[in-house]
């Protein structure tokens, strides 16, 4: 029995997580792995020539994280006429049930959340808010979308056309910048940003190095105790960041639970041919996400930092 | 091989076109130039000089070093463009934009520093820009070139020049001996030329038999009735071939002499400011 | 004056009569090592054709017959097809001493105008094909037109394009994926190169098939017309192109006009290859026709190499992915290895010339 | 033979007596013309400042004094530092006639051997700085052995590299990130670039101060020392070089090694500037130093330019991309109107030294 | 000026070192090679090729095109390894690996293809490799380069080749004429030479005036005591300055020849093939 996991980068430490739950299973219960990643977030062309490669190599099953959710479709089709099973984690294709069955986190909750978490923070001072984004990449992947789109939905902000960021009329948001998801683009963005509106007190960051990066940004500017940064992930280091005082609140998501899930999924698929089952009211098997701050506030569901740095990307 | 003078005396009596300033009637210049003026940043390689070339004859141009000799052709040749003044062909203005346009017209020329693509083969720079096309479909519609013939036209090129130690026609330029690629480049223009000739120190790098080819190619051209224009600072060469010397100095045309009616020593005086040309010459 | 006071001519000259006037005879082959040098000097392909050869064995060795398989060694062919052709048009233009950085920018955005002048405009396919291959002929001409015309670096104006022309195709396309679906169901002609022929176990997309004949056909272009001899020498030596009467400016801008218009059918092939039009893909091709010219022996600074040693070039890092990846080996690792391989057969090329020479 | 028999010497060089023997004397300057062209062409630094300046003082009147102010400028200054430390590098390198791809390959892993010894082995923050710049210089020297010893093209080498270093750093980082908080408690030195010095509104970073005094030591070593002009012959022409007497091996070798020096120091840089240790960072570095160089006006085919027109061409993208920002662009449009811009200051660049030659 | 036979009288006298083949004793050779071969691929520039150059003398090489002299003299300065054979120098086998490593013996060269950095200026050029340091701390510590210092010396190497028509010394070499940049190689080599020099084609690209001073300079030069290889396809200057002929052909040394005891049509028919060499001189 073998199966494939193809991430969209292995050096994102979110993808490095998950292949670790991934790999652990995959000894237990005793299946070869093979593990494929992109180069960058986005590289579409080496995520085919995995899925290839896997069909090449007679593999049972894939799991993949989709850099385009839509353009992978084809490729998936093939995997599947040639007898395997797709599970797509993290994010679903488009459309969903392109893949025989999706382990992933709802990252539109994830970012709504965090909206919501920063409104009720604020409280009525968030009708003045002064509002950073500060987003993955120009090319507007669809998880930056939706985790950007969330916040806002979950802020209170009328979302245009919610497959796009950048549309929104609202004068409480500054600017969208991009970050690459990384310190340096975090820091650079943020900068540029203050520089814009050196008022801004809330910060929408895509991930948390970037918000890792925004906080220097905001401490070079003597900023960094008014401002609220909320951040998607839940890393450990991300979790340890809310414990510090870094980021107000974060969406954590549970990378190595999917990955286990699925091999175990592909496990059952190769054994008896059984295909998972998705969360009922849901076109997917959610793994779940949840808030982690040390301020809690009213109205909105939280774990402790305690309770994250159990759960970090557990 | 001839006694030199049998063939000096050969290409006087072959001589056409009135070439003689004291002598008969001067038919119309083939190429003029008036005024030329280029400026290299802060160095006037060319100051308000003249040229003229009349038919048939070879026009041999001699001056110092950075005098302007090279400059001067490049603008006859379209290589440069001149900041002012101005060229005629057959009495046309002409304003040429690149050496492709002044060799449309027929204006063949050897620079100093041989135009030649290192890495291609010989007969691929002797064709450059003037390939031939294997006969039939396969040249018309496929526009395949004819390597062979090319190679072969190459060959006999270069062995007409005597340039006998070239041992591979497919060798690449950049394999070859200085003196084998000025021979390349000056077979080349004696090949193609129509109109006019020019050759800047084509013989510089050749030893004493190629140069005696190159010599005596150049009376064959003349021969052909085909004007040439020799920039030289071999003397005796001069002396040998030119029917008109056009002595540069300092950017400009000083004087035209008579290699008839003065001496070596007179225009190396001239063209180094030794001494003044006489009125009549300048 | 007369004609004897001039010395017409240095007396030492009489010692050249009776001197010979052949022509140096081309000696032929001296034994084996002086032909085998011969033909890998006139032959820059060679050496990337045998490490190709090579690595195709050392891998079938190792993996087994899942790689040495028609399926799998069909499935290079596959995978190449798109750097194939887009390593062609990089070919032309390295081989005039440029780089095109703007390749994948330019095939992207072909593929994205196909998709969306058949999609959102309705046109019929066709049409749209051929406005897709009309703007990566525009995009070529500027790119042309700045090198040839206004004599930028090459490197700075596909540099300043490539940006230009990404962000274009994120703002024109507004990030929509056009789904393989819809494009079977309304325009199949934009999957046109996905489709397939299998001959026995072997694959043979009409994309793979497309970039063979491109790379043969643009190898006799290139070896066999005038205009190929032309792009040589101006990537030889520019200046001395034009003195020796190449129309430096038009060839240039021709060169970057085809590379333009072969950039635009490796995005109609790329739209086959991943069934969809997506303005995110082909990120790495810029990076990747580069290395599979290098690789091919083709110089960086212009006027030397085969076309057909690019190929090779792509089939050699196409081979060491596949191979890697189905010995299982991590990811990083297969970056590694691809690195060092690089390294490696360009080092084995510098060698065998050396060595033969 | 007696003496007299051979023609010693023609007879025509004694027209040679009397000639002049002086020296041609330098013109002096003949109008204000002149001078500005004599000064562009021997300061070629000059045209990517007077860019600069005007793109300053432009964006100073578009967006007002959010922009035109000691602080927003001084921010540019602190943003551009990593690219300016990683530019100069790239300058030695581009100035011998190659490329080093690998630079932020090699920044990226300098700093993550700084902090991972630091942390995962305990040692001194002063001796893991120094272990980070002893992995920079190796790995300068291997691109520099392979390239002057090899004598691979340096385009290829560092292709390679980037991907073996790039690769190395994320297998041996394990892509884990060293907090901010942390490396502020127990290896504060690995921050020490971050620190700041504020005069009025303006803030200096001893990163930004760092970068200016490394381009001015630069252009000293480059100007005004025998291995500076050997680094400029060798890139002018190898060979050349190599024949009057320039050991163009030992030079080259240790422009890579000087260059992988740079390049740690540009990794410690960064660390202070994001102020964690995080293997993901510096992905853009390579393009963005060479687009550096390139503004600045320093010929990709070597020997010719300034590493101040580096430093330039880097403050003028900062410039740009701050003032683009100011004014509110959206992202996407800031990235075409960048494409734009890197073109249109070289055709200026171009265009100035055409019209005043 | 002189008059040349004044010159050539005293250059005679100044002459040391015994250098005549039937004359006086023979003092050992300061630079041999035996037995050299190398082949460029296909092409075998060098055959077995044997070399002699004797103290205090000028000895001159000459040859058809392509005859291998400038591989020979590549292979004496360390440009080019050859393939086998060996080269001494004052008796003892020496192996180049670099041009500087001849350079640093003290055997300076003027390459045919003249070997300056083009974008540099010309004192950059000419200091290339051993450039001046400011005295004092200065160059010591910062090790500054005294630009002033090395321009005036530039300057005045170049006068003394009476290269006048160079306007400006800080001009960069791709601005010269041709000529102008063999004056610049050569005013190199004679600056800094101090055991051999040798000069491949000094003067092919030169003016009447410009050769001229060339030769003058190997006149004193040798007047030092120091011995020249020359390398000329030009028979009269060869003749003028030469002690011994070394005739090229076909890739290694035809014969050694006093020019005192052959004409100029006995060199150039040996040369190229057209009389065989007497026993005693090859
Ligand atoms: N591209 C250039 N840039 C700047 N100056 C130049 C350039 N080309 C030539 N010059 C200058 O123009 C002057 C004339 O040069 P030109 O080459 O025409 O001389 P020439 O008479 O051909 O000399 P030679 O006999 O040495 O070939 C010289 O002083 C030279 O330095
Ligand atoms: N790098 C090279 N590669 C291949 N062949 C070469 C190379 N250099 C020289 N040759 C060949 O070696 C032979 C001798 O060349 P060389 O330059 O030594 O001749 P030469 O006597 O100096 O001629 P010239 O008087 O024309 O300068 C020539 O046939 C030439 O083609
Ligand atoms: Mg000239
Ligand atoms: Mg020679």
Redesign the interface.
Known sequence: QSACLITKTDTNPFFVKMKEGAEAKAAELGITLNSYAGRIDGDHESQVAAIETCIAAGADGILITASDTAAIVPAVQQARDAGILVIALDTPLEPIDAADATFATDNFLAGELIGQWAAATLGDEAANAKIAMLDLAVSQPSVGVLRDQGFLQGFGIDLGDPNRWGDETDPRIVGNEVTAGNEEGGRTAMENLLTQDPEINVVYTINEPAAAGAYEALRAFGRQDDVLIVSVDGGCPGVQNVADGVIGATSQQYPLLMASLGIEAIAAYAADGTLPENTPGKEFFDTGVALVTDQPADGVESISVEEGMDLCWG | ?D???DR??DH?RRRRGPVDPEGVVMSAPILTARGLVKR????TALDRADFDLYPGEVLAVI?????GK?SLIKALSG?VRPDAGEIRLDGQVVDFH???DA?EVGIE?V??????????SIA??MF????L?KPGLMGKL????DRKEMERQA?DK??EL??????????SVE??????RQ?VAVA?AAAFGSKVIIMD?PT?????????RVLELINDVRGRGMPIVLIS?N??HV??VADRIHVHR?GRRLCVID?????????????????EPPAEAA | ???T??????D??????G?????????GGRGPLYRIHGFLH?TPSAVPLIVLVASVLTFGLLVGERFFSPFALTLVLQQVAVIGIVGSAQTLVILTAGIDLSVGAIMVLSSVVMGQFAFRYGLPPEIAVLCGFAVGALCGFINGVLVAIMRLPPFIVTLGMWQIVLAANFLYSANETIRSQEIAEQAPLLQFFGERIEIGGAVFTYGAIAMVLLVLGLH?VLT????G??V??IG??P??????????KHTLISVYVLSGLICALAGWVLVGRIGSVSPTAGQFANIESITAVVIGGISLFG??GSILGMLFGGLIVGVFSLGLRLMGTDPQWTYLMIGVLIIAAVAVDQWIRKVSS
């Not at chain 2, 394999?175 to 084998?180: D, F, H, P, R």
């Not at chain 2, 510089?204 to 005696?212: I, M, N, P, Q, T």
């Open positions: 091989m006694l030199p003078d000096r005396a006087r290299y940043g802060r160095v001056g110092d070093n950075g005098a090279t290589a690149a050496p492709q060799r020329t620079y100093q520093n041989l135009a030649l693509s290192p890495a291609l691929d720079n450059m820009g003037r390939e096309r496929l526009r395949r070139l060959r270069l062995s005597g340039l006998m130690t070239i041992q591979n026609i497919n060798q394999t070859l001996s200085g003196g084998q021979g080349r120190e510089a790098a050749l030893g004493v038999k190629e140069s005696r600072h003397m005796p002396f040998e300092l290699p008839k009616a003065y001496s070596m020593s007179d225009a190396v005086a001239f063209m180094t400011g030794a001494k | 004056m007369t004609e006071t001039g010395p017409s001519r240095d030492y000259e009489s010692g050249l009569e001197s010979s006037t052949d022509v140096a005879s081309f000696e006139s006799y066999q017309t005038a205009w001899r032309h040589y020498a030889d030596d200046d001395a192109a034009e003195l020796s009467g190449v129309r430096v006027g030397r």
